[in-house]
């Protein structure tokens, strides 16, 4: 059989114009470019079903070349029996993806293992023009999600839009880690974003009380969260905590942005998280339900 025909002639002009177009920095166009190239390649191959990408945001105009690193976290969903392997991934990519027969990209890459995660690092090359780009992909077991696995509508901007779906990781399990994080590290945090992306959650996806209270209880006694009066007291007074608020505005000034508020951050995130957790501390159960659409709770 012939070689598949290329999908996707896009050169340096024409990333030229629509940086112009869009008023991004060409290279941050060419990064969002071969990222978005990257994953819908992985999300064609037949394993796409099982790499479930855990930072999507990155495919989106507002992410390109923004984060410093060009990152792709994906987990692999194990069958089982499956061993992950670096050897296996590697044949995978070679066989499976069709590094440089569907665009005008050409592919280098070499991979690592660090601990459970396997880290393949790529450099792409467009009309001469080189952008490393990294796939971090770390393996579980199937059924090990307590929430549906999601999907990701990513518009292609070099494909007039086209919209590729892509499957992600479950967003229920990235706020529960997120909330991990935000409950351990206080205010020695490290990266602010782990609050926009419990901002965002909590704008999109609805919690029953009465679950949520019980998922929340059970998370933090399996990670040796204490949720007593000590820490409920630390995170209630973040909202007008000046250090915290510093913090997030020198995040939003890193982006090139000033919104939204740390208050109104701050302020959805523990409209949500207190109810519950007060009920926790005086040994009731809480029955409201949070509406994204509302941005609060109905009882």
């Known amino acids: 059989m012939g070689r598949n025909p290329k999908r996707n002639l896009v050169g340096k002009t024409a990333l030229w114009e629509k940086s112009s177009e869009l008023a991004l920095p060409l290279e941050w166009m060419l990064a969002g470019y071969v990222m978005q190239q990257l994953a819908v390649e992985l ?50 990519l070679k066989n499976t993806i069709k590094w440089d027969t569907q665009t005008n990209i050409t592919w280098s890459w070499r991979s690592r293992a660090e601990g459970s995660k396997l880290i393949v690092e790529l450099v792409a090359v467009l009309d001469e023009m080189r952008m490393p780009v990294e796939l971090v992909v770390d393996a579980v077991e199937e059924g ?15 494909e007039n839009n086209k919209i590729c779906r892509i499957a992600v990781y479950p967003l229920a399990e990235i706020f529960f880690d997120d909330l991990g994080e935000v409950l351990t590290k206080l205010e020695l945090i490290g990266d602010m974003v782990v609050y926009e992306r419990i901002y965002e959650t909590l704008g999109v996806l609805n919690f029953e009380g009465r679950q949520f209270q019980k998922s929340f209880e059970n998370y933090c006694a399996e990670h040796a969260i204490a949720l007593d009066e000590v820490r409920y007291g630390q995170m209630e007074r973040y909202q007008t905590y000046p250090y915290m608020e510093k913090k997030w505005k020198s995040y939003l000034k890193k982006k090139k942005r000033n919104a939204p508020s740390w208050e109104n951050v701050y302020g959805r995130f523990w409209s949500f998280l207190m109810p519950p957790w007060d009920a926790h501390l005086h040994g009731l159960i809480y029955l409201g339900s949070w509406i994204s659409d509302l941005g609060r709770y109905l009882d």
């Open 144 to 158: 090990a999600f307590a929430y549906p696995v999601g999907e990701y509508p990513v518009r292609l901007l070099m």
């Open 43 to 92: 999300a064609e191959s037949e394993r796409g079903g099982r790499l479930l990408l855990k930072n999507p945001g990155v495919l989106e105009m507002s992410g390109f070349g923004r984060n410093g690193a060009n990152r792709l976290y994906y987990v692999y969903v194990k069958q089982p029996g499956e061993i992950f392997s670096k050897a296996d991934f590697a044949v995978f």
